[in-house]
């Protein structure tokens, strides 16, 4: 009978003592409203007292448990994100799916560990270039999550939260690199071990004044079930665990809960579940910290500026290192390939701003000098081609400006807000008159792309003329160039000078060498007029007197001490350094130019024990100022072609490496006839002329001169047979090309010459 009305939902039919006996057993829970849930009870041995009491037989009943094993409770799609290579300052997303593969509803917590290495660029300015930056780190800050979800640079959009059952929930992973380099991350998924909050729970009365609750709520964990011991008869309570400790149930069941549970109860099944902790305690937390994370997701990104560097350059009439030397190439790139600095950032934010001036810009940032040399009042300007190239991988855009050039063309009735200043005056007289001129102003490069930008200096009169010109590559480095340039008489006599021209750095010699190379030094006349110079040497009898006699540094011939550079020539003078000792030998010697007053020949020469530590055998700076091999950006081969540049070669540099003595070392050039005619062309070999006895050898170039039919292609041979005596020399040949002349013309011209020198004699 208790079995039907059990069954039935319905006690009302049962007999009282039967009733009676039901309910003092422990068995059901009668209500007003019917009968409340089965659990298990304490009083087994009771019950089938009471049962063999009233004629009932006893039976045993089977529970069968049915679960689901599965790869894991809670996974996440992709296991490893790679935001590639990203610009500086610019959030990336990406998206994360976590999938909940269980019956039950799972809280999550999002842990994430910063593994990038240690770079010298982490204590660099942080850059910020997109607008909605700032929003977008306010929300994720104020979204409630832990912590240990956010990190500087990288975080994720919930990083505590819950998954339901059998679905699949979307994260947004977002990087914010706000410095240069290489970012690595791991992000750990873990069950959360912060207990959710509970939804309402729907109770009912009984009536012996007793209560019995029906929790909906989630739980952080799998709804599991703790294991209860045949030996005892103590009642077991339902609850939440880990993911990992806990074992999955049919889904939708609800979780039970005993009429009066009591605290000691709950505690001993959540200890049973976390391992042994209770999942409310600090203890509780810390163990589930100590498990392994359910899932594991490998984050990389490579965070880079837009990098943009200078990487050939041509001038007619200079040699290639001597332009690049000039204009201060080495250090320009070496500053656009470092981090952007915060003054860079305050300029950058003022001119968005519109409120940045070039004063501002030029107290702002350190300058750079350019220096476009020395150029004849009113004649031939200077013109330097130099090439940009986009060496990373992010497409970028450049911009070359000053701050001074007006936006919108001006009428001349228009009067300025208020007076200049004479610097600003100066720099409207340069602007207006294209003094300094270039173009492009701006451009756009895809990775790998190159573009020719055409420096000129073209002055009206005489004087030395100064423009603060400001580079700037968009959402990178921005540096300010200082244009300098000076405009002299036709009869000016003045030298090529570049950064440390009026020093000589020998090449370091081993102590004992017994033949040490010859070493040359190179005066170049950089005026319009022929340069007189004289050189003194009478201070090495002083540095050999100090030395016990010996001469450590000694002239070797060469160029006479006393002569005259032609325009556009040289002066090669070669010295013999013989140190006596381990140290750094150093001497200045007068050398007058032109009417100018003497100045110093700085000769600086390291000498070195044969066995030495590797640290002690690195060059100094000044000596390795000298190798263009180690420039940054710098190359041999000819990239530039400026359309005034009818002949063409496919490299300005010809390196003959080390030569044994009285060998012949051959190298090959190629010319290009870029020209719609003819061409007529001859090989000059300047300083290396034998009969000037400069090099311990003998130069040559076959064909030494020819003709090159439009588009034609010339291979032309380089020998040099080298002398017994060792030497290091560097220097210059040249090949001059014009338009090929008819039978009448050369005639002409033959008659014109002869015109000339009866004239001058």
């Known amino acids: 009978q208790i079995r039907s009305a059990l069954a039935a939902g319905c006690t009302d039919a049962l007999p009282e003592p039967a009733a009676a006996a039901a309910a003092n057993a422990g068995l059901v829970s009668i209500t007003a409203d019917g009968l409340d849930e089965f659990e298990e009870t304490a009083v087994a041995e009771q019950l089938q007292q009471e049962q063999q009491k009233l004629g009932i037989d006893a039976e045993k009943l089977i529970l069968t448990v049915i679960g689901e094993a599965t790869p894991g409770a809670l996974t996440v799609d992709p296991t490893s994100v790679s935001f590639g290579v990203t610009n500086v300052g610019y959030p990336q997303h990406k998206t994360l799916s976590l999938i909940n593969q269980s019956n039950g509803v799972l809280r999550y917590s999002v842990e994430l560990v910063d593994d990038s290495p240690d770079s010298g660029e982490r204590g660099a300015a942080a850059c910020e270039f997109a607008a909605p930056t700032a929003a977008l780190l306010a929300g994720a800050s104020s979204s409630g999550g832990s912590s240990k979800g956010i990190l500087e640079d990288c975080w994720v959009d919930e990083a505590d939260g819950i998954v339901n059952a059998r679905s699949t929930k979307l994260l947004t992973l977002t990087l914010l690199p706000r410095r240069r380099g290489q970012y690595k991350f791991t992000l750990n998924l873990r069950a959360s071990s912060q207990p959710q909050q509970q939804r309402p729970s729907h109770t009912r009365s009984s009536s012996a004044g007793a209560s019995s609750s029906v929790s909906a709520a989630a739980a952080p ?25 806990a074992s999955p149930v049919a889904a939708g069941t609800p979780l039970r809960s005993s009429t009066s549970p009591t605290a000691a109860e709950g505690e001993s099944f959540d200890a049973a579940v976390a391992g042994g902790y209770d999942v409310r305690s600090r203890e509780g937390r810390a163990a589930l910290q100590d498990k392994p994370p359910l899932a594991v997701v490998a984050v990389t990104a490579s965070a880079v500026f837009p990098l943009l560097l200078i990487t050939d350059i041509f001038c007619l009439g200079l040699p290639k290192q001597i332009s690049w030397q000039l204009l201060g190439i080495q250090q320009l790139n070496k500053e656009l390939c470092s981090a952007v600095t915060a003054a860079e950032l305050q300029a950058q934010a003022l001119s968005d701003k519109g409120s940045l001036t070039n004063d501002n810009a030029a107290a702002l940032l350190p300058p750079f000098e350019v220096d476009m040399g020395v150029v004849a009042a009113g004649q031939v300007p200077r013109s330097f081609w130099v090439q940009f190239s986009n060496n990373g991988a992010l497409p970028l855009a450049w911009e070359l400006h000053s701050y001074d050039a ?11 807000a208020r007076p200049l200043t004479q610097a600003e005056k100066e720099r409207a007289f340069i602007i207006d008159n294209k003094i300094f001129d270039l173009h492009p102003h701006s451009g756009s490069l895809q990775p790998g792309q190159t573009e020719q ?58 102590l004992g060498e017994l033949e040490p190379p010859l070493q040359c030094y ?17 201070p090495l009898q002083q540095l050999a007197k100090q030395n016990y006699g010996a001469e450590v540094i000694k002239y070797a011939g060469g160029s006479p001490l006393t002569g005259e550079v032609p325009v556009g020539d040289v002066a090669v003078f070669n010295w013999l350094f013989q140190p006596l000792e381990a140290k750094l030998y150093r001497i200045a010697l007068p050398l007058s130019l032109g009417p100018a007053a003497p100045q110093p020949l700085l000769l600086r020469g390291r000498g070195y024990h044969p066995v030495q530590h590797p640290e002690e055998a690195q060059p100094t700076p000044e000596e390795a100022a000298q190798r263009w091999q180690d420039w940054l950006g710098f190359s041999a081969a000819s990239t530039v072609t400026p359309p005034s540049r009818v002949l063409r070669i496919n490299q300005e540099i010809l390196d003959l490496g080390v030569c044994l003595p009285a060998s012949k070392t051959k190298r090959l050039l190629v010319l290009q006839n870029a020209a719609g005619v003819n061409l007529e062309f001859v090989w000059d070999l300047a300083a290396y002329e034998e009969e000037r006895r400069v090099i311990s050898g003998r130069m040559s170039v076959t064909p030494a001169a020819g003709i090159l039919e439009p588009g034609e292609n010339l291979v032309c041979q380089v ?8 030497q290091i020399f560097s220097g210059e040949i040249f090949c001059y090309a014009r338009p090929e002349q008819t039978p009448e013309e050369v005639a002409h011209e033959e008659a014109m010459l002869k015109g000339t020198a009866g004239y001058a004699s």
Do not use: H, M
């Open 406 to 416: 007006p936006q919108v063309e001006l009428e001349n009735w228009v009067e300025p």
């Open 522 to 538: 190179t005066l170049r006349n950089g005026g319009p007029a022929p340069l007189q110079y004289r050189l003194d040497i009478t």
């Open 221 to 245: 964990g799998l709804i599991g079930i703790a294991p209860s011991s045949p030996s005892t008869g103590a009642r077991r309570q339902l609850t939440t665990a880990d993911a990992s400790a």
């Open 719 to 726: 020998s040099f047979e080298s002398g017994l005596a060792p």
């Open 453 to 510: 930008v055409c420096f000129t200096f073209n002055p009206v009169r005489e004087g030395t003329y100064q423009l603060p010109l400001f580079l700037r590559v968009k959402d990178g480095k921005q540096l300010q160039l200082q244009l300098n340039g000076r405009a002299v008489a036709a009869s000016a006599q003045l030298p090529l000078t570049v950064r440390g021209s009026q020093s000589c750095v020998l090449a370091p010699v081993p």
